[in-house]
Each structure stands twice: as structure tokens, then as C-alpha cells.
């Protein structure tokens, strides 16, 4: 009854949004009831330092997740969703959009889903290893061992995220609130992924967060997009689906690896103008097509995953950005029905 | 419904059970109520750095602080609160306590206060500028250059964070959940302060944030503490009231300057076992004397300054984490009781 009212509300609400501008429909004027929030962290090891002022060696913790949660009440009805954001930027990424609007965080818990925000490991309140920029500092090591400090220029960004042709020139259709790009901008951190090891710890700490969930969608966006695969091939018994956001696709994948990620339904969404930025540092045709054939892959080991490109959707103008777009909870709903369609249907250990 | 309420609590219970030992797990059963909440940035600017990859000069964002938000419904009846955290710690520490309590942000917010976090400039997901360490590694400039990467080791957070005399050894009366230490642990991460200018951009940003709001409460803690007397000093117009706890205090400030800051009113807050740590990088003790000589010029300039120094009140074994200790409900409610009585019945707009 309530399930069918609530899939009833978000058809509707795609039918809607497609005419209406997103902000004018859901204003933030009725008060959002939390069961339980919080924060706290998921994985970290010690490791041994020298010490500050020199003496006998100490000891920091590294290589922790930092994770912020809310739930809403009844959240048990639905597979909780955790959020991890991309290059150069934090969890931010899901809460107010630069223009101000509601971001995807707040939309999914106010339609019943327990939400958990991920800051990758090396980036934002999860911090960074900085020893060897201490010991670079100390003489110790040479400065070609520091680790590139990634942070994406406001002219990468307009490249990348796709938000014009130029550099300061807007697609007329873009989606991207571009009057507040500067918003964006002040988003944008140093990403010290370099530092990490070949098997990421954000993939590791992913994995266990869904088994501690007892079940959780893991998704991922841009340099995180493919996260949520990686994630499941060390430890699947807690992905229970995977949505994955803009991001180039792994084609040469073992049978086996196929087999595993053929168990859990996989949704890859892409925006528009993905061939109409030359000369960047990305070619986001290439990723598309990629995960074109990723997609196949997976259906041919018997798999359910769907490649939703908002232009056949009959979407258009969306960014890289398009959890900030200004359709973004009409991209939001698009989500949640197939959630509702290809995860939340099939829970079983959960009673509905 | 009910049942399955209880269901999900006991779920999430044997959950966070697993990993945090602790008794008083999700004390409050109650939802919460909010009216809004979202994130934003105060403050930033463009600075022009090389190019990735060779090329032009381009542009990033620096010195932008990063704000999340919650207000509860009738907000309006209390000025808000702006926290803000210490040294190699993030937004986190008033969030989820180590042990897994409730932080002091929820709390305020269920007291009915508007409350703002703030990640310190060059912080967590406030970002940093690492042009310099990118100009190490280029060769352009020298290792000397580089900034210091404070992290504070567990022996350096267990001697100044006043867990015990020695490390591993804890106070026996000591407030702090030292079982839950390594969940501290992970909060600690990379301070780059020593980037950032000797007018902090966070003091302006927490100025402009007062203003912004029409009238907020700043409070800081250990490095933080004396921010909101530097933000005052900057812009007081938004500073209704100072709340600083545990940090050493400046004591030579011109008549002018005690004049402004005599205007807002001020609580200072100490622990306990303030002399009870040997050869540690803080003296405690002197930065309470110093306060307390802060206090009495203030009260000299017909100020309304009061210091809390919770062993004066029979509050005993209180660390420097006193937001995560396990009395933290206690100390919020002498902080609530003070507002109530120093600020918010004299507040000049807004209607009771």
C-alpha cells in the first residue's frame, strides 16, 4: 500500500518535473522528519611516523572513510544508498547545489532512503597521509617523490564538467546552474589520490560499509563512477545494487570477475554534449562507449544492467555535474524508479 | 509499524554495538525535526597557478570555508551557533562522539538553535592551496618552502588532549570514552594552517558568517578558541556572543580592542586535570591563568565575561575533548543556560 503510493508519487513526479523547472516544485517548505543521523568512520590503519620535534617514532592513523548518514523514519522499506563523490571535490558534491537548490542527499531521504556520505580516502574529513610532504620538508626524500596535488582550475572544470564549448562560453541548452559556477569552484579541493595504493582503500572501506549496512546501493560519480564495481569485486555480499555516474568503464574483465558483478544490478547513467568539448583532458565519447560495451558484457553473463543516456530519454543540456543540474531531481526520480523496479523489489532479508 | 521500527533500531544497535562497546547508544529515540538544512561556502578567491600539464597560467578557488547546516522549526527564537573545531580535527569533532553519542551539533539543534559547522580554511572540505608543494616537486621551488603537515600522533593527542598522565594510562576519573580512542584517532587529520596568511581567512569568513546571519553565537575550541575575538576584532556587527574553550587567550590587547570585545558577551569553558600532564607540547595551566586575566580585562572594560572552569563547579575528569566526553550533554546544557541568560534575552530584533 504504501509501497505502491510512493511509486505512484515519484511517476507522477517525472511526469511533472519533465515540464515544470525542478526548483519551483519541491521548495524545502515542509520540515524533513530524521529517525537517526550521524557520522563516523569506516576502516584506517595505524602507522608509524616520526616523531613532530624529532625523538622516537609515533603513530597516525591513515587511509580511514569518513561517512555522515541520515535516516529517515520507516527507512527500513528501502535499500540504504551511499554517495562518493569525484575528483577534486567532497561529499558537498550531494548536498545544496551552487544555486542553492536541494541536493540528491536531502531528495533521497525525504523519499524514504537511509543516505550515507562518503569523503574518499585522502580527500576532505577523511585527511591525508602527509608524511612524505613532512619528510620532502625534512631533507629526507627527494621532491620527485611528492605526490601530485590534483586540484581541478576553474577552465579544467568548464572543460571537463562540461559546461561549454570554451572556456567561459555556456551550451545554450546547458542544465548546469551557470550563473553559479564560482559556487562550484570554491568546491573544487586538492585530490591526493596518488598517494594511495593500487587497490584503493575507498574500494576496501566501500565494500565493508555495505556489509555493516547489511545490504546497501553503492554509487559513485567521475573518478568514483567505477568505485562501486571495484568495491564489489573485493568483498559483493554487501552490494546489493550498483549505480554508477559518468565515468570511463573497465572492458577486460575475467569471466569470473563478469560472473561476480553480473549478480548485482548495475545502473550507468550518462548527460549530454558527451563529443562536444575538444581538446580536453577527457574524451567522455570514449567512456560512454566503454561502458556501452561494460554493459553488454554484464547482460551476456546474464546480468541486469541498464545504461540510462539522458539524451534517448529524451534529456538534454545535462552537465558532468548533473547532481547539481537544474533538473537534477528529475534525474534523481529517474533513479529511484529504477531502484524501486530492480533492487528494492527483489530485498530478501527485508520485510516491506 | 512500530514493529518494524524497533526491528530496524535493534538492527542498527547490533551494528554500531560491533564496533563501538559503548552503553548509551541512540539515547534519543525521538525524530528530529528540520526546518532546513544544506551546505555552503563563506568567503574564497582566485588565485592563478600553472597550468596542468604545462601551458597558461590558470585559475583555482582558495581561502573559501565550508559550512553545513541545520535549523530546527521555530529557529527563530534563539540566536545561532557557529562551531567551529581545533587542530588536526574537522566538523567532526561535535558531530557522532567516538564512542557513538550524540555530538553537541544534534543536541543544539534539538534545544532549538540553529547550528553551523564550519571546516577551517585550508581543512577537510574547506580544501587547501597546494600550489607549493606542486612547485617542490616542479623544481621551482625549494623543499624549505614547503608547509608544515601538522597531524597529531595518538601519544601527542593522549598527552595534550589530557587523556592521562602517560600513554596508554588514562585518568581514572577521566571523562573521555577511552575505549573508543581509535575512533578519535581517525578525526585527526592534516593541519595546513602554516599556509595560510597571519590574518587567518577563517577569522574574516567567521565575520562575514555572523553577519551573513543576521546576528550567530561563534564558538571555537583548543586552536579555534580565541577565533571568534579575532573575528570580532575584524567585523563584530554579526558577533551576538563568544564562546571559546580550552585555548590560550591574548592578554595585551590595546584599550580599543578590550573595548570592542567588551561589548559581546563571552564564556570561556576549561577541563579538568589542567596541570596534570608533564612535558607535553601545551601548558594548560598557563593558557587557564591567561584567560583568567583575559576575563578580568574584559570586566574591567564593563564587559560581561565569565569563565567556566569546571572543577570550580564539582565537573570532574573532563580531557580537552570535553564535546565528546561523556558528560558532553551536561557541559552543552551549561553552555544552553548561559546563552539563554547572556544572549538571547537581550537579543535586539528578534521576537521571543
Known amino acids: 500500500?504504501?509501497?505502491?503510493?510512493?511509486?505512484?508519487?515519484?511517476?507522477?513526479?517525472?511526469?511533472?518535473?519533465?515540464?515544470?523547472?525542478?526548483?519551483?516544485?519541491?521548495?524545502?517548505?515542509?520540515?524533513?522528519?530524521?529517525?537517526?543521523?550521524?557520522?563516523?568512520?569506516?576502516?584506517?590503519?595505524?602507522?608509524?611516523?616520526?616523531?613532530?620535534?624529532?625523538?622516537?617514532?609515533?603513530?597516525?592513523?591513515?587511509?580511514?572513510?569518513?561517512?555522515?548518514?541520515?535516516s529517515p523514519v520507516n527507512a527500513n522499506q528501502h535499500v540504504p544508498?551511499?554517495?562518493v563523490h569525484g575528483c577534486c571535490l567532497s561529499s558537498k558534491t550531494w548536498e545544496t547545489t551552487p544555486d542553492g537548490r536541494m541536493g540528491w542527499n536531502e531528495y533521497f531521504v525525504r523519499k524514504g532512503r537511509s543516505v550515507y556520505l562518503a569523503d574518499q580516502v585522502s580527500r576532505a574529513r577523511s585527511g591525508f597521509d602527509g608524511s612524505k610532504i613532512?619528510?620532502?620538508?625534512?631533507?629526507t626524500l627527494a621532491p620527485s617523490e611528492l605526490p601530485n596535488?590534483?586540484?581541478?582550475?576553474?577552465?579544467?572544470?568548464?572543460?571537463?564538467?562540461?559546461?561549454?564549448?570554451?572556456?567561459?562560453t555556456a551550451f545554450p541548452d546547458g542544465q548546469?546552474?551557470?550563473?553559479?559556477?564560482?559556487e562550484l569552484y570554491k568546491q573544487m579541493i586538492p585530490d591526493l589520490?596518488?598517494?594511495?595504493?593500487?587497490?584503493?582503500?575507498?574500494?576496501?572501506?566501500m565494500a565493508?560499509?555495505?556489509?555493516?549496512?547489511?545490504?546497501?546501493?553503492?554509487?559513485?560519480?567521475?573518478?568514483?563512477?567505477?568505485?562501486?564495481?571495484q568495491a564489489a569485486l573485493i568483498d559483493p555480499s554487501g552490494v546489493r545494487a550498483i549505480i554508477s555516474i559518468e565515468m570511463p568503464c573497465v572492458t577486460n574483465f575475467s569471466a569470473a570477475q563478469l560472473s561476480t558483478l553480473a549478480k548485482i544490478p548495475t545502473l550507468i547513467m550518462f548527460g549530454d554534449h558527451l563529443g562536444d568539448i575538444k581538446g580536453g583532458f577527457v574524451n567522455w565519447m570514449d567512456s560512454y562507449e566503454g561502458c556501452q560495451k561494460f554493459v553488454q558484457q554484464i547482460k551476456?553473463?546474464?546480468?541486469?544492467?541498464?545504461?540510462?543516456?539522458?539524451?534517448?530519454?529524451?534529456?538534454?543540456?545535462?552537465?558532468?555535474?548533473?547532481?547539481?543540474?537544474?533538473?537534477?531531481?528529475?534525474?534523481?526520480?529517474?533513479?529511484?524508479?529504477?531502484?524501486?523496479?530492480?533492487?528494492?523489489?527483489?530485498?530478501?532479508?527485508?520485510?516491506?
Open 193 to 205: 589520490n596518488s598517494l594511495l595504493p593500487a587497490t584503493n582503500p575507498t574500494w576496501t572501506n
Open 149 to 168: 596535488v590534483l586540484t581541478a582550475s576553474h577552465q579544467t572544470a568548464w572543460s571537463v564538467f562540461r559546461f561549454g564549448p570554451t572556456y567561459g
Open 176 to 182: 548546469f546552474p551557470i550563473q553559479a559556477v564560482d
Open 134 to 139: 613532512n619528510a620532502v620538508k625534512a631533507g
Open 300 to 352: 551476456k553473463a546474464d546480468g541486469d544492467a541498464e545504461m540510462m543516456y539522458l539524451p534517448q530519454l529524451g534529456i538534454h543540456g545535462n552537465s558532468h555535474m548533473l547532481m547539481q543540474d537544474k533538473n537534477n531531481l528529475q534525474l534523481a526520480d529517474l533513479i529511484l524508479t529504477w531502484i524501486d523496479k530492480h533492487v528494492d523489489t527483489k530485498k530478501p532479508a527485508r520485510t516491506r
Open 1 to 70: 500500500m504504501m509501497k505502491r503510493s510512493s511509486r505512484m508519487f515519484s511517476m507522477i513526479a517525472v511526469i511533472i518535473a519533465a515540464a515544470f523547472p525542478a526548483s519551483a516544485l519541491f521548495a524545502q517548505d515542509k520540515p524533513l522528519v530524521i529517525a537517526s543521523q550521524g557520522s563516523f568512520f569506516v576502516g584506517g590503519e595505524a602507522k608509524n611516523v616520526p616523531a613532530r620535534g624529532g625523538g622516537a617514532q609515533e603513530d597516525i592513523t591513515i587511509n580511514q572513510m569518513y561517512v555522515q548518514y541520515q
Open 81 to 83: 544508498v551511499v554517495m
Open 208 to 229: 565493508a560499509l555495505a556489509k555493516k549496512l547489511n545490504g546497501a546501493i553503492l554509487m559513485g560519480h567521475s573518478e568514483s563512477g567505477f568505485f562501486p564495481e
